[in-house]
């Protein structure tokens, strides 16, 4: 594999300023290698003491959460993943797929500790990369969480709605199950005003040889016997 140029370095925003002298030295600490698409540049649990700069094709980084695969980010050219001066990470929780061929610069931290003090502009420039990573991750951890509270928040809302509903629904079908059937009554109110009170009392009551008295002989049978 053919070693990088500074030109090619120069794919990075951060190193258009850096000294061409700073670049040669980062380039003859390192190595350039191939990733074939699918292949892992780092898996979960791999020790973060390499610096990754992608100098073309494409690469993601996953997380895994409850089983599954969760993309974080997309590695562009010009990017930088792994170790990064002042980065406090020891292990990663994470890994780095490539999604096409892609050519990966990487060299490691112990290397690149050895110039601290003569390469100024170079670990500036690092610096600015490590920071601009860490402000896109917590941006990416927002957003998440933001997510989060909306889904249990829907899930709230679509609970205190589908209450209601369910109950009304149940209201409902029993009111239709024991309501009465009113479709006879008009019939029934006729018939109650042509049949006499007598024989309509006679025949709701099961009372068919009942004699009713009429009012005012009950009323002379009374005053008799006073």
């Not at 690092?126 to 509270?149: G, P």
Request: with cysteine; glycine share 8%; proline share 5%.
């Amino acid at each position: 594999m053919k070693a990088p140029t500074v030109g090619d370095m120069k794919v990075v925003p951060e190193f258009q300023a850096v000294p061409d002298d700073q670049l040669q030295w980062l380039i003859n600490q390192g190595e350039s290698a191939e990733v074939e698409k699918g292949d892992l540049l780092f898996n979960v649990g791999a020790p973060v003491n390499t610096c990754y700069i992608v100098l073309g094709g494409k690469m993601r980084i996953c997380a895994v959460q409850s089983g599954a695969e969760r993309e974080l980010r997309i590695l562009h050219p010009g990017q930088a993943t792994g170790y990064l001066p002042y980065s406090r990470a020891t292990v990663t929780p994470v890994f780095c797929e490539a999604l096409e061929k892609t050519w990966v610069f990487r060299c490691t931290a112990a290397k690149l500790k050895t110039g601290t003090g003569d390469h100024y502009e170079l670990y500036e420039a690092m610096v600015h990369m490590m920071l601009n990573r860490v402000r896109e991750f917590t941006s990416i951890q927002q957003q998440n969480e933001k997510m989060f509270a909306l889904g249990k928040l829907s899930a709230g809302l679509a609970h205190e709605l589908n209450n209601p509903a369910a109950a009304i629904s149940a209201v409902s079908t029993r009111r239709t199950a024991s309501s009465w059937d009113c479709s006879g009554l008009p019939r029934m109110r006729s018939l109650w005003a042509r049949v006499p009170s007598g024989k309509l009392l006679r025949h709701t009551c099961g009372c068919q040889n009942m004699s009713i008295p009429r009012r005012e002989n009950t009323t002379r049978s009374i005053a008799g016997k006073t």
